[in-house]
């Protein structure tokens, strides 16, 4: 195992400390493993708040910053965080306003979150939550745990984060999270195998020359393997699947396109040339993108496209400054 | 000699052992998780069992002891294991009372408890290729001992038994429930890490008890 | 190899068309490969130019924008442009205020620019350069081509920037840029190898169990190979060598810590912790950071160390409004 | 037949075949360039030689052809190579006029010409481990046979010769110019790539006369 870590044990209190002294906009809650604003907004504003396991940086805590998200809590590496963790960062972000919990449709997420929501209702706190399931490699059915939650999620944060930053009150904040997840896809493939540090060694074997389609961003094998193609094909197995399971035209698109860790930027812009061009015959108007490493897997090469089916608000919203370690402009 | 009553001591004493299977057993937990999962199950098992042990010491009840084990898996864990494990360890001591020890239809009750925790926080049901597939037939293979005439001590080395033939079960079905069902079909052919940690769980009693 | 990429011999220019597609502040000039700001600071402002080989994006191309780069021109990968790109882009930028050539020092880096400001300065174009030659693992002698040029070149580019756009002139900016470049210390590390594409395999084999200390960007072999070290460890043969080499106590330090493309985000926070843990023990006060991926090396694993000893002036060019795809703050 | 002159047709048959040996090697020139480069040798000399090939027809003389083959190595590779072959074939072409065929000492002449410039813009001395431990008792040896009787073609042979003793001779050395030079110490041991390519000047130097 190639890492740059010491105890794989510690990697995510090693991290915080990184996070700690890099980024004096955020304040770190080492024993709660919550990464907070440094300095809060007050007044009666919704906070909102997400978290996961660890390993998909900048994903969240990268996203903690003003017109994106209040609080965000790590788990483990690809283990969800405890209700403790989400219940200490709910209970000190909470501002009268209520919080939105921001959760990606993972079985253990979920239930850790339902946990927290269930005890921060207990102790008065309004909390709702919005549950993103956006990934169409997943073959979605009444009777399995439905779609993974990845890129949308980047995204709803952005989105959702500037409307709590304007004001809007957490029943209109909650309305607007779920339009965007249910407007988002996304698809994923992957090139090589990550390795979760306590495994000591790669979550699967992908020979020399094929790739996974359809990966999830924990490593989750995908739909099916093939032998590695060039970047327009790659580029139409993301693409075609999408459009196939929403329709993108007739409104105006963001675009991700997102690396999962070690894929170099170089190849990412030569994706997206492939994308926008699948993407223009289609019909699609990609109005605003994201091309870079935003929800990642560890040290994973490979890529995923996410589609965002907005309207004129959710532009307005998307165009709003914000300041994080992960995203940043306007400010 | 025939044992008719569980100790708290045999219970501390269960899940100190549980605790050094998961250990010895992580990577392969792992292995398992790897295949079909995110590669975390072992990890995830041996944080929480070992957070488990640090606290034994402090609870002078069955109640007592089985609620802060859950509580803690509940606190450490995270992931899916976590709410999961914890819930039933939870529920079983909600179900006990302030005992300091369990007849064997006490401690079927607190299975029950536990296990209708479980399934209700996990909306699972038996034959989805997770955990529930070993602990609902270990915990009816349990009462059936019992209702043979079996002591304790026969009836959790019978749970253990059907564990693992649940657990074995789990391979050849597709996953409905859980990261593994996010594979469809290929998640066939695979054995469930958590109905595996599953088995430990009662290899770990029938030990505890039999000692 | 695994790579998203289309024919080999076509990534830069097939990368350059997804920079276009989803930069909307550029402008890319396809025949020549440059990369300029979609809408040029008018009025008498110095000129900005940087290059170089491609695989280490965002640098140059993903510096273009308000407050640091006029121009980039993208070579093949890890080869310098040619004069003539040089040339097309410095004849483009220049408003008369003259024009600040940013070479890293390798011998063609050096050669081709140089036979390209010859060209300018033939056409009338006052053309000033500033070499960085920064990575303090080359053992520099008269003898040779000196040490290499790499993590400095990121920051000055920024500070530098700034200064132009507040209409400092060519003299005065040549003479800043010196200084920078004069500060700036880097030294870096891989775990793997990068592979180019044009070669089809890794530049070189690393054992499963070594790194190499001393790496160059362009997958350059190092002062020395050892079994893998712990974070800890790894941060002190990176802060070492560059703490022997200048006293960076005494003054405001901006410090880089840079992945080479292919370490995960969270690995370059636990290694952050690590180093500004031993640059507080050496005394050394870092002021400014950088964490991610900035300077690259295609999809090699490892990081780089860049420590610029600063002064008040510096910070606060550095503080500056800067808006380019790889950096953006304060706009 | 003993040849006395070189001719226009001939040059052009020379820059195609370095061409042609260049593809053939690229593969190795990179494999000796990831050792103590970066691993691009093969592909800027593919490239640039390839880009040289399509403009060969355009010139009438001798100066013309070289000039605009040096021109097209340096708009074309980038990196050290571009320039420095690019400088070695201008250099050789401003030296010879607007003739259509050259002599053997004119061919010589324009040789020095060409690799003094190319020392300028390199600023290398023999003996850095560089192209120029090749090129330099290449033409030294191409001198000599002249000076002995030998027509143009043996000459060429004898250049030939030396420039791979030359090569080979880089191999002990360590590195005191361009990117090798990095690495001090362990840069002995390996040939040099630019040093190699060189040698494929006059292989098909040789080759384009004999033939
Ligand atoms: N809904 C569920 N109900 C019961 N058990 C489940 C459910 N979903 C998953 N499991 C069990 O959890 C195990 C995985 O646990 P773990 O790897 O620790 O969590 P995660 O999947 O969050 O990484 C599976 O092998 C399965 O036995
Ligand atoms: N200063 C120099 N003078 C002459 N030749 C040089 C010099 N520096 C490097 N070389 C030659 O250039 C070769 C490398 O060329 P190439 O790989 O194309 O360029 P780069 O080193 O820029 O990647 C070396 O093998 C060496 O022969
Ligand atoms: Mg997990
Ligand atoms: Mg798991
Ligand atoms: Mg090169
Ligand atoms: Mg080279």
């Keep these: 195992m190639k890492k740059l870590i010491n105890n794989p044990d510690n990697v995510i209190a090693d991290a915080l400390k990184g996070i700690a002294a890099s980024d004096k906009d955020v304040r770190v809650d080492f024993e709660n493993r919550v990464i907070y604003r440094a300095t809060p907004k007050d007044g009666g504003k919704v906070a909102i708040i997400s978290g996961g396991g660890s390993g998909h940086e900048p994903m969240h805590g990268g996203f903690v910053g003003t017109g994106m998200l209040d609080a965000a809590c790590a788990g483990e590496v690809f283990t969800s965080p405890t209700p403790d963790q989400m219940l200490a960062a709910t209970t000190t972000v909470d501002n009268g306003a209520g919080v939105l919990h921001i959760v990606k449709n993972y079985t253990g997420d979920v239930m850790n979150f339902e946990m927290a929501a269930e005890l921060a209702a207990d102790a008065g706190i309004e909390v709702a939550t919005v549950v993103v399931a956006d990934d169409v490699a997943v073959q979605d059915s009444l009777y399995t745990a439905g779609r993974r939650g990845v890129g949308t999620t980047v995204l709803l944060e952005k989105i959702v984060g500037a409307a709590a930053e304007e004001g809007g009150d957490l029943a209109s904040i909650q309305a607007l999270a779920q339009k965007v997840a249910d407007n988002g896809r996304s698809m994923g493939m992957a090139l090589t195998s990550c390795t979760v540090p306590s495994a000591g060694k790669p979550t699967f074997d992908l020979p020399e020359n094929e790739m996974e389609i359809g990966i999830g961003i924990h490593g989750e094998p995908g739909r099916h393997r093939e032998p590695i193609g060039d970047a327009h094909s790659v580029a139409e197995q993301l693409v075609q699947p999408i459009l196939a399971d929403l329709d993108f035209t007739g409104a105006p698109v963001i675009a991700m396109l997102n690396g999962m860790g070690g894929t170099p930027l170089i190849e990412l812009y030569v994706m997206y040339a492939e994308v926008i061009a699948l993407l223009e015959d289609a019909g699609v108007k990609v109005e605003r993108n994201l091309v870079g490493n935003y929800i990642t897997s560890l040290e994973m090469a490979g890529c995923s496209l996410t589609l965002l089916r907005a309207d004129d608000e959710m532009i307005r919203l998307w165009d709003a400054p914000v300041q994080s370690a992960g995203l940043r402009w306007g400010l | ?197 599953s088995t430990y769980l009662f290899d770990a009693l029938a030990e505890a008890i039999g000692t």
Tied chains: 1, 3.
């Design chain 2, 1 to 197: 000699m025939s044992a008719t009553e569980v100790t708290l001591d045999q219970l501390a004493a269960w899940l100190r052992r549980f605790a050094e299977i998961v250990e010895q057993n992580k990577a392969y937990l792992t292995d398992l998780d790897s295949a079909i999962g995110d590669a975390d199950h072992g990890a995830n098992m041996a944080r929480g069992t070992a957070a488990v042990v640090t606290h034994l010491d402090e609870a002078n009840t069955v109640d007592a002891l089985l609620k802060k084990a859950g509580m803690t898996l509940v606190s450490t864990v995270g992931g899916t294991s976590g709410p999961l494990y914890g819930t039933l360890l939870m529920k079983m001591g909600m179900a006990t009372g302030a005992v300091t020890e369990l007849s064997g239809e006490e401690f079927s009750k607190a299975f029950h408890a536990g296990l209708e925790g479980l399934i209700a926080r996990g909306k699972t049901e038996l034959g989805d290729k997770t955990m529930v597939d070993a602990l609902t037939p270990a915990i009816e293979a349990f009462d059936a001992a019992l209702a043979d005439g079996a002591d304790v001590h026969a009836a959790t080395e019978s749970a253990a038994k059907a564990a693992a033939a649940g657990r074995d079960a789990t391979t050849p079905l597709v996953a409905r429930k859980g990261r593994a069902s996010y594979l469809g079909e290929r998640s066939a052919g695979h054995m469930d890490p958590g109905a595996t940690s």
